[in-house]
């Protein structure tokens, strides 16, 4: 907690345990939910969303972890699928969901298994694989989120794999992806392309 230095780092588990590289808020709307978007920061790893169960209050701007606590305990993660007409979903990472909890790859014990190993259910929901995802914005004047693909390399990602989202096969120099959310931040569909 920057206003507290001296204070305990909180885990925040129900935003997933992957290499998190950023975590960019939408616009917050008052007594609806926030919206959190994070990269994992790998090549052939995911974007995701974490859509809090707490209804956003403008009061508590600058609470530190009091305000982490409230919003960043507890709340939907979804992991983003890209498909190739440029719509996408949001596809939640649940144990309720037959995919998940019926996964080969792996036996999850609970929830808190899924949000621990949130890559090995989101290769469960058949979520898209990315470039690196990195960095991201969001243009609070139209919506817009960004979100920056480092890099792959052919080593890690053949040719034969390129998909509408990676369009690339030797993408060295990475691209910016960007998606429009259908409705609000907490909605399930998107609209995506390149920048």
Request: hydrophobic share 40%; net charge neutral; proline share 5%.
């Amino acid at each position: 907690d920057p206003l507290a230095p001296d204070s305990t780092p909180a885990k925040r588990v129900a935003m997933g345990r992957f290499a998190h590289e950023a975590a960019v808020c939408g616009v917050p709307k008052v007594g609806e939910p926030l919206a959190f978007y994070m990269g994992c920061d790998s090549r052939n790893e995911y974007i995701y969303k974490f859509v809090t169960k707490a209804l956003w209050d403008p009061r508590d701007v600058g609470a530190g972890m009091i305000a982490g606590d409230k919003y960043l305990s507890e709340g939907q993660l979804y992991v983003a699928r890209f498909d190739a007409n440029g719509q996408g979903e949001w596809l939640e990472l649940s144990l309720t969901d037959p995919r998940v909890a019926n996964f080969s790859g792996y036996k999850f014990a609970n929830q808190g298994d899924v949000w621990v190993n949130a890559r090995l259910a989101a290769d469960a929901l058949g979520a898209t694989k990315m470039d690196r995802p990195e960095w991201g914005a969001v243009n609070h004047r139209n919506g817009e989120i960004y979100f920056s693909l480092t890099n792959n390399s052919a080593v890690n990602r053949s040719p034969g794999k390129v998909d509408a989202a990676n369009p690339r096969a030797n993408n060295s120099r990475g691209q910016i992806i960007r998606w429009k959310e259908l409705n609000d931040f907490s909605a399930e569909r998107f609209e995506w392309n390149h920048l």
